[in-house]
């Protein structure tokens, strides 16, 4: 039972940190009596910028991941009826949040726990957390787009999602699951093949989005027409999944 307080105590103590009113004293600033009063990432970026806010950002992500983690990692120094480190990260997740939210050094007023919230999430169900941040870029994503994601990003998601699939051995699913992606890469080997060695270009430009884009197709017509072919894809992979691997699990 002492190391089931140990955990609660040092999830909630680790997601007090204040980190976004922490920047704000390096800056030279009180956070709380700036632009929302928010301890949290938003208002840091809002208030300072980019290259304070987005430190701060991975600061908070950090401390609810570290929390369901390190919970997790002693859960088996308990008796067996208590021996779930599931039931610890949940444990650890929800008073991570509740430390950053409520935390005790700044008289139980804090942030949002957005940022520390993911985190926890990531450390319990990372596939749920890729999924759910996946879906959070494209509802702002959504033309005219109010946020980009930029090669960074995009490299993210996608060595995670090769991660996922070398843990699950469906790695040959990627090529109908990440259809698109593919085509594109191949567009521009097939460009540059074409035009070192024949003299000619295939596309009038590469990646072939960019061919579209020449042929005066509207950024609305092509994402739309990708859509469709990503969704027929990742049907067909499904398809195979359940054919060929659901059975042997």
């Not at 000619?200 to 884009?213: K, N, S, T, W, Y």
Request: charged share 10%; net charge positive.
């Amino acid at each position: 039972m002492q190391t089931f307080a140990v955990a609660v105590i040092g999830s909630y103590l680790l997601g007090s940190i204040p980190f976004a009113y922490l920047a704000g004293r390096i800056a030279g600033i009180d956070i709380r009596k700036c632009g929302s009063g928010n301890v949290g990432a938003t208002n840091v970026i809002r208030t300072l910028g980019k290259s304070y806010g987005y430190p701060v950002f991975v600061a908070d992500f950090l401390k609810g991941l570290g929390a369901v983690k390190l919970s997790m990692l002693i859960a088996p120094r308990l008796q067996p009826e208590w021996n779930s480190p599931e039931m610890f990260g949940i444990v650890a997740a929800i008073f991570s949040v509740l430390g950053h939210s409520f935390p005790v050094w700044l008289h139980f007023k804090g942030g949002k726990g957005v940022a520390t919230s993911a985190g926890a999430l990531f450390g319990l169900a990372p596939v749920a957390a890729l999924i759910g941040a996946a879906v959070g870029f494209l509802w702002y994503n959504a033309f005219p787009a109010e946020v980009i994601m930029g090669d960074t990003g995009s490299m993210a998601f996608g060595g995670a999602i090769a991660t996922f699939a070398i843990m699950t051995k469906t790695e040959v699913l990627l090529i109908f699951i990440g259809g698109i992606f593919v085509i594109e890469a191949l567009s521009v080997m097939i460009q540059v093949f074409s035009f070192k060695y024949l003299g000619r270009r295939v596309f009038l430009m590469a990646p072939i989005h960019h061919h579209f884009e020449m042929k005066a197709w509207s950024e609305t017509k092509i994402m739309v027409r990708f859509w469709i072919v990503a969704g027929i894809l990742c049907s067909a992979g499904f398809a195979l999944f359940y054919r060929y691997y659901f059975g042997q699990r």
